[in-house]
């Protein structure tokens, strides 16, 4: 399968443990995304990366959310402190930036429960 | 503030019928329309998309109708099946490097045989 894998798929955490997720993004795109879903919402952007640039964070992205994508390959998503509210699925995108729209090319997801 | 308003919240027809999304935005700089289908337990994929310089894209049973001075825009979907039965975002995102979708927040379809 070539296409975005997330790791892991699930995780249940307690409140103020942290957490980190995995996105390995299709190898040849140069952009990586993370987004946000709540149950009954469409995906809230959190950040980006062009290569291993982050190139723009959302207001969402709070302190305690932290990304990065060391070499432009994976990424990684932090979380620190969780709380109740982060409990959502994290989903990861990746695109080529050529075409029009740049189309965005989705993982799975992670869901976080926080407990 | 929601930019990118989508109807209904949930959408039941028959095997057949024709199913219909509706989106309203607000933003005039959006240049960038797409739709996305997600079924339990995937990320979103890409259905179709279309540019403000055309009022109606058709991509087999599924078209974007647009309407630019209303700033809405919509999903037909002709035919459908209960294999459509899933979750449909509208997004709405500008250019210029960007290209960031503010998705609507989806509507359930759901088609019984």
């Known amino acids: 399968d070539t296409g975005v894998s997330q790791d892991p798929r699930h995780k249940i955490t307690k409140r103020g443990q942290n957490v980190t997720f995995r996105c390995d993004p299709i190898?040849?795109?140069?952009?990586l995304y993370w987004y946000r879903q709540t149950l009954g919402q469409g995906p809230e952007f959190l950040t980006y990366?062009?290569?291993?640039?982050?190139?723009?964070k959302s207001r969402l992205l709070s302190d305690r959310f932290s990304a990065e994508r060391p070499k432009g390959s994976f990424s990684t998503l932090e979380i620190q402190r969780t709380e109740q509210g982060d409990s959502a699925m994290y989903l990861c995108?990746?695109?080529?930036?050529?075409?029009?729209?740049?189309?965005?090319?989705f993982g799975p997801g992670t869901r976080l429960t926080v407990t | 503030q929601q930019q990118v308003k989508q109807s209904p919240q949930s959408l039941i027809v028959q095997k057949g019928g024709i199913s219909i999304i509706n989106c309203a935005y607000e933003?005039?700089?959006?240049?960038?329309f797409p739709w996305y289908q997600q079924f339990p337990g995937k990320g979103p994929a890409l259905l179709i998309a279309?540019?403000?310089?055309?009022s109606e894209k058709k991509e087999g049973r599924f078209t974007i109708s647009f309407n630019k001075s209303a700033k809405q825009f919509s999903l037909h979907i002709m035919d459908s099946q209960p294999g459509d039965s899933a979750t449909y975002f509208c997004?709405?995102?500008?250019?210029?490097?960007?290209?960031?979708?503010?998705f609507g927040r989806g509507t359930s379809l759901i088609v019984h045989p």
């Open positions: 995108a990746s695109s080529l930036t050529v075409g029009v729209g740049y189309e965005q090319y």
């Open positions: 190898s040849e795109h140069n952009r």
């Open positions: 933003n005039t700089a959006f240049d960038y």
């Open positions: 990366f062009q290569n291993e640039a982050q190139l723009e």
């Open positions: 997004a709405a995102s500008m250019g210029g490097g960007s290209y960031i979708p503010t």
């Open positions: 279309i540019r403000p310089d055309v």
